[in-house]
């Protein structure tokens, strides 16, 4: 005959076996795994610009930037330097190299010369691109281009400089010494006569 506190011992630990039983997890059915825990994904940071996700700055669309992208102070041939003028440069190479300028010397495509209508000849002019935000500083030698739509024409060691090998035009700034004169007017571009229904002026009869 079990005594009473033996009793009492073993309907407590039935009583533990029970509430053991009842916070078990229960076995997922057959053919269907347990639930995992869904891992939290952190969003990835936006690149800062077009260059941090690999894409060349040479492939960036041409757009003009405001004036505060140039350096300050800007110091061009020991002075100060100004804007001057804004727009598209065009750059010109082999078909050209060695053939005279209209300053007299002879064009160098792997020189830093350039053309512009207006500035004189020898005049240090700043190229600043605002594709890219490079610089290069360049000597004018020739004159052109003779369109509207452009108003520097570069050389190609110059191009080079300014990543414009392989595009068309560019948009760019140029600065110039304060002490810079400007000719008032631009020298009027060539006039190419065609041959074909030229008319020739009357002679004269000698009576």
Not at 32 to 50: E, W
Not at 55 to 84: K, M, N, Q
Not at 116 to 141: A, E
Request: hydrophobic share 40%; aromatic share 4%; with cysteine.
């Amino acid at each position: 005959m079990l005594k009473p506190r033996a009793i009492t011992q073993a309907m407590a630990l039935g009583l533990l076996a029970l509430l053991a039983a009842c916070t078990t997890t229960a076995p997922a059915p057959p053919g269907r795994s347990a639930p995992r825990p869904v891992p939290t994904v952190k969003p990835a940071p936006m690149p800062a610009s077009p260059e941090a996700v690999g894409t060349p700055a040479d492939a960036a669309p041409l757009s003009i930037g405001p004036f505060s992208d140039l350096p300050r102070p800007a110091l061009l041939a020991g002075e100060p330097a100004r804007e001057f003028e804004r727009g598209a440069a065009s750059w010109y190479g082999p078909g050209f190299h060695g053939r005279l300028t209209a300053s007299g010397e002879r064009y160098d495509m792997n020189a830093f010369t350039a053309a512009h209508r207006t500035l004189p000849f020898g005049t240090m002019v700043r190229v600043h691109s605002l594709v890219n935000g490079r610089d290069v500083d360049l000597r004018i030698t020739d004159r052109g281009p003779f369109s509207r739509n452009r108003i520097i024409d570069v050389s190609r060691a110059a191009a080079a400089e300014l990543g414009m090998l392989g595009l068309g035009f560019k948009e760019v700034v140029l600065l110039v010494p304060e002490s810079t004169p400007v000719m008032a007017t631009a020298p009027p571009p060539p006039v190419r006569k065609s041959r074909r229904g030229a008319r020739r002026a009357p002679v004269p009869r000698v009576r």
